[in-house]
């Protein structure tokens, strides 16, 4: 069983800057794996934003976001960061992390029904 908890959502003014995590930890954790941000926003549907191969490569990311998104790796502590610069209002969501133990597939990363393990979510509010 694998276990994922987001950190760092907050509130912050348009223009501002946050950076979220999500520390994996669990039985099976040592496997590499594609591990994949997404976000909701109210009335709207799940959608990707960045993705992972904790195996080594480039991150994958929506291409609206590409620029001032940012999805890094730390295998030392085995956790994702989400760097997001000059955030606007439409990027007010929960953000969810996920795990699916292979690695990340060009236009498939984006395709929640594969993955395996999500986190609970970490509220971000963007205000005007």
């Known amino acids: 069983q694998v276990q994922l908890m987001e950190s760092g959502g907050g509130s912050v003014q348009t223009g501002g800057s946050l950076r979220l995590a999500c520390a994996a930890s669990?039985?099976?954790?040592?496997?590499?794996?594609?591990m994949t941000w997404f976000r909701q926003a109210p009335q709207k549907a799940r959608e990707g934003v960045g993705a992972i191969y904790t195996g080594g490569g480039r991150p994958y990311y929506a291409d609206r976001l590409r620029g001032r998104f940012a999805v890094s790796h730390d295998n030392g502590t085995n956790t994702v960061h989400l760097q997001m610069n000059n955030l606007k209002p439409e990027d007010t969501a929960t953000y969810y992390c996920?795990?699916?133990?292979?690695?990340?597939?060009?236009?498939?990363?984006?395709?929640?029904?594969?993955?395996?393990?999500w986190g609970q979510g970490t509220q971000v509010t963007v205000s005007s």
């Open positions: 996920a795990v699916i133990f292979q690695d990340c597939i060009p236009g498939l990363w984006r395709s929640q029904g594969r993955y395996d393990y």
């Open positions: 669990g039985a099976t954790i040592t496997e590499t794996a594609c």
